[in-house]
Structures are given as structure tokens and as C-alpha cells.
């Protein structure tokens, strides 16, 4: 039986600097995903990237002194450090400078040419260097999306027959529930398309650094239109490829609510244009910001994901960015709210509930774990309840709702920690009422253990720590049979470990 597939896919990061944590959450969340759906039994390809090309990036280098590739090699070079300092578990990094993807996008652009779907004609008009974007009006003269100066444009360019695919986006969106997710972000994209579309200008000829037009060389490809192809090119299209049509279209597009039009009408257009499918869902999360400035480079508010790695390391990043803010919604940095979730949640909740159990197993029982003997009410209560958490994962995980997966998760926490409050295992043990105590500490360790895998994939360092603590079996492509009550066996061995979340001193605080 061939296994379903899954394509997730991250933006390209613009090749100007270094990722500040706003960059890093596409990914990160990218990665929860994808093993996620490993871990229930999908086929997953995971593609993230650089995007290297256009105006910013030659401008860039040259205030460096470097020649555009050098310049973006150095970089890349970063990406690779900060994803392999996060555990991120891409399958495929694609950069637009790789010369598949520029031979792909010249055929793809004269493929277009051909169909007359792209046309040379003439753009007056603003543009934004930093964003990449072409502007249509604006009152002073101020980017509408980032607020900068804008440039005044008067080239000769080719253009993207948009206008003509409008009846057919309107038909995607209103026809496919989870094209746009989260859906409030739906009826903003729909308006403005419903509005009218015009022709996008593609090209532009005032600088070099991109891949050329083919037969008009004066020209290079409009570094949007070369970018948003990677998500085909990766797999090796316009050829008629085996990976293109294995994992063609993508399931899942992640990107930030700023790209959202770029990913929801112009993409899907040119798929169409291309006679290629469009994708399954693209999801735009919100902003980080600080002090409810959206962190960018250009303001120079920035916070560095190494900032909270080297303190509380890779698997709190990741918890905190998801637990904090509903996906999707805005949200403020501060290191005060990542100590306190770290501390609350990690480390007294989770990282307590975990050294507890294990602990109290090696006291009273040897490192054995016992046997759930007699019947206990509020045992039975917390299975129950620790029982119908992976659906409810599950649930949350297929709607793209990080929060509400780790919001499900963290009930049954607070509930367990509730429980060794309640049932008292050191009075029950000084009473000698051993086959109680046995039973509340299988429903304890059972717990802990589901729990642990639920959490893998935002605590992929973690989990597995604990759940060797545990004497739990797992496996990171097969989380299934792992996900009902009762797998820990009576008489399997528990040892107490090192606290999963030690306290973190912060220097100056
Ligand atoms: N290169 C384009 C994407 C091309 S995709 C074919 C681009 N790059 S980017 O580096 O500027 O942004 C990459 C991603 O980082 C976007 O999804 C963007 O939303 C995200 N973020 C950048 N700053 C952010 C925050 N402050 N908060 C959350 N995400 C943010 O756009």
C-alpha cells in the first residue's frame, strides 16, 4: 500500500541577513508539521529555501563589497546553522540561484510567452525595493504594506495575463473552504479580487542580478515570479517528472499574512496559466512583533532565535512561539513571557509531572512500574481524559491550529499535576495502601507517556528524554499504535532521570 502524501512548503527567505525569530516561526511551524504527519504514517516532503535574486539582494551585497552569490552563499550558510540549531527536518532546500531552478523558470516564462499569457508592454508606476512589490498608487509616496519610499518606475516589461483568471480564483476560493486559512484571512483576499484584477508586470531591466528573459536578455524575470516557482521547480517541473507527480500539488503552503496575495491569486494564476493544479491550502500566520512593532530588520527591532536558544533552549522556541499566540493571530515578544511559559509550563508542569512519577516508581516500587490494581475514581477520570487527547490533537493538528493542538495537550497536564495533588501517592504510601498507589501511579506514568507523545514534535528534543525515563517505547514515523491507553507494560523498568526543564537563572533580571 503506497503511503499518502504530504507537501509542505515554507517561503524563500530573502538572502539579506540573518533570520530573526518572525523568519524562524514559518519554519519552525513547518517543522511541528511535517513530523506530524511522519509520525502518522504520511510520506512528507518538506521544502524550505532562499530567495536570491532581485534589486534587495544586489543592494545588499554591494553595501557589503561582495558579489551577489558570494554574498548570498554567506548567508545561506547562516540559514543552514540556525535550521540545523532548531532540529528542523527539511527534506529538500531549494535556492533560486540553482540552476534547475533558473533553467526551470526561463522555460516556464517562455512556455508562457508562447501561450501569450505573458506579453511586453510598459510600466509607469511605483515600486517598493524592499518588499518587491509594484505598487499601484499611493498618496505620499510611502509603501502601503511596509511604509517606506517608494520608487518611481517607467520601464519597458512584460506582463502576466492576471485580469483573465479572476472568475476562476473567485471559483477556487468560494469552491475550496481550506484554500485560505485561517478563514478570517478568506473574505479579505475574495474582495479585492472580486474587484477586478489587472495585468503584473514580471520583468524588470534597470538591474541584472536574476534570471534573464529568454530571447530579451535586456530583461530579467520579476524576482517574485522566479520565487513562488520553487514550489514546483523543486520537484523538478515544467519536466513531466516522478517527484512532481508524487507530491504535486502541495498540501500545505505556510507563509506570513504580509506574502498572502503573492500566494492565494498570483500563484495559483500562474499554475493555472501553467495547467497545473493549484494548491491544497496556503496558511498566513500573523506577526511577531515588539512593543506591537512588527520585528523587521529595516526597524531594527529584532530578537535572534540563538537569543532564547542559548538560554532556554531549541525545544522552548519552539513550544513558546505556538503556545503563546493562536497560529494565525499576531503576537508580542517578550523574554519575561518566554521565562514564564518556560517555568510554568516546562518546567513546572510538564518537566515536574515527569520527575514526580519516575521519581515516586523508583521510591515505592523499585523502578518498576505497578500495576493499575484497583479502581480508582480519579484514575479513572485522567485516562479518560489523557485517552481522548490524541483525537483532539488530531483534530487540531488538520486544521493547521498549533495552539489549539498544544492548548488540548496542556489540559491534560494541568489535570495529571491535579491528580498527584488529589490522590496524595506519599500519604498512600506511608498508609501502605500499596495496590492504590500502584494504581495511581500506572495512570500517572501512562499519562505522562501520552502526553510525551503527543508533545514530539514541539519537543523533539525532549520528548524522547522523557519518554526513556518512562521505559516507553516511540517512534518518530510511527506514533499510532503508541496513541491508546495502556501500552506502558506493568514490571517494565522506569528510571529517574535529570529534570527534562532545569531552572534558568537570566543574567540581569
Ligand atoms: N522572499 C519572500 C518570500 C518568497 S516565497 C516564494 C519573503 N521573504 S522574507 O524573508 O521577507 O519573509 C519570509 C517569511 O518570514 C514570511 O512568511 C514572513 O511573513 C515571515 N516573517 C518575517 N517577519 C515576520 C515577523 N515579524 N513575524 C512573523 N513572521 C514574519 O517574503
Not at 57 to 80: C, L, N, T
Not at 449 to 463: G, K, M, Q, S, W
Not at 498 to 505: A, D, G, Q, Y
Amino acid at each position: 500500500m503506497t503511503r499518502e502524501k504530504f507537501y509542505i512548503t515554507t517561503p524563500l527567505y530573502y538572502v539579506n541577513g540573518e533570520l530573526h525569530i518572525g523568519g524562524a516561526y514559518t519554519t519552525l511551524a513547518a517543522d511541528i508539521l511535517a513530523r506530524w504527519h511522519r509520525a502518522h504514517g504520511k510520506d512528507v516532503f518538506f521544502l524550505t529555501g532562499s530567495d536570491e535574486h532581485g534589486q534587495k539582494i544586489e543592494r545588499e551585497a554591494a553595501e557589503h563589497g561582495m558579489a551577489p552569490k558570494e554574498f548570498a552563499d554567506s548567508i545561506v550558510q547562516k540559514f543552514h546553522e540556525l535550521w540545523e540549531a532548531l532540529d528542523i527536518t527539511f527534506d529538500h532546500f531549494i535556492r533560486t540561484t540553482d540552476d534547475y531552478h533558473e533553467r526551470a523558470v526561463g522555460e516556464v516564462f517562455k512556455k508562457l510567452m508562447d501561450s501569450g499569457d505573458i506579453y511586453l508592454g510598459r510600466y509607469e508606476g511605483l515600486y517598493c525595493t524592499p518588499c518587491e512589490t509594484f505598487v499601484a498608487t499611493s498618496e505620499d509616496g510611502l509603501c502601503p504594506s511596509c511604509g517606506r519610499e517608494l520608487e518611481r518606475i517607467s520601464e519597458e516589461n512584460y506582463f502576466f495575463r492576471l485580469s483573465k483568471y479572476g472568475d476562476a480564483l473567485l471559483e477556487l476560493i468560494d469552491g475550496n473552504p481550506s484554500f485560505i486559512l485561517p478563514p478570517y484571512r478568506r473574505a479579505e483576499v475574495r474582495n479585492r479580487v472580486a474587484e477586478g484584477l489587472e495585468d503584473i508586470s514580471v520583468s524588470r531591466s534597470t538591474f541584472k542580478w536574476g534570471v534573464p528573459v529568454p530571447g530579451d536578455p535586456d530583461h530579467i524575470v520579476y524576482v517574485w515570479f522566479d520565487a513562488l516557482l520553487n514550489y514546483v521547480t523543486a520537484l523538478g517541473a515544467p519536466d513531466d517528472t516522478e517527484r512532481f507527480r508524487r507530491y504535486w500539488p502541495a498540501d500545505l503552503h505556510l507563509i506570513g499574512k504580509d506574502i498572502i496575495w503573492f500566494h492565494c491569486v498570483i500563484w495559483p494564476a500562474m499554475l493555472m496559466a501553467l495547467g497545473y493544479e493549484p494548491p491544497r491550502t496556503v496558511f498566513a500566520h500573523g506577526w511577531w512583533t515588539i512593543n506591537g512593532e512588527k520585528i523587521s530588520k529595516s526597524k531594527g527591532n529584532i530578537v535572534y532565535p540563538r537569543e532564547v536558544v542559548s538560554l532556554y533552549g531549541a525545544d522552548t522556541l519552539r513550544f513558546f512561539l505556538f503556545r503563546e499566540v493562536p497560529f494565525g493571530r499576531d503576537g508580542n515578544f517578550t523574554f519575561e513571557a518566554v521565562d514564564n511559559r518556560y517555568h510554568q509550563e516546562l518546567a513546572n508542569g510538564l518537566g515536574n509531572l515527569v520527575m514526580r512519577t519516575a521519581s515516586m516508581i523508583t521510591r515505592y516500587f523499585g523502578g518498576k512500574l505497578p500495576s493499575p490494581a484497583v479502581e480508582d475514581e480519579g484514575a479513572k477520570a485522567l485516562a479518560a481524559l489523557a485517552s481522548a487527547m490524541p483525537a483532539k490533537v488530531r483534530e487540531a493538528m488538520e486544521r493547521v491550529d498549533l495552539g489549539a493542538a498544544l492548548e488540548h495537550i496542556w489540559n491534560v497536564v494541568r489535570e495529571a499535576n491535579r491528580f498527584v495533588e488529589n490522590s496524595k501517592p506519599w500519604v498512600l504510601a506511608k498508609e501502605g495502601e500499596t495496590e492504590r498507589l500502584g494504581t495511581v501511579l500506572y495512570t500517572l506514568a501512562e499519562t505522562s507517556r501520552l502526553l510525551l507523545v503527543e508533545l514530539y514534535p514541539f519537543l523533539p528534543r525532549t520528548a524522547p528524554v522523557g519518554l526513556a525515563q518512562l521505559g516507553a517505547e516511540w517512534d518518530p514515523l510511527d506514533a499510532e499504535p503508541l496513541e491508546r491507553w495502556g501500552v506502558l507494560k506493568p514490571g517494565s523498568p522506569v528510571t529517574k532521570g535529570k529534570p527534562l526543564f532545569p531552572r534558568v537563572e537570566r543574567p540581569g533580571v
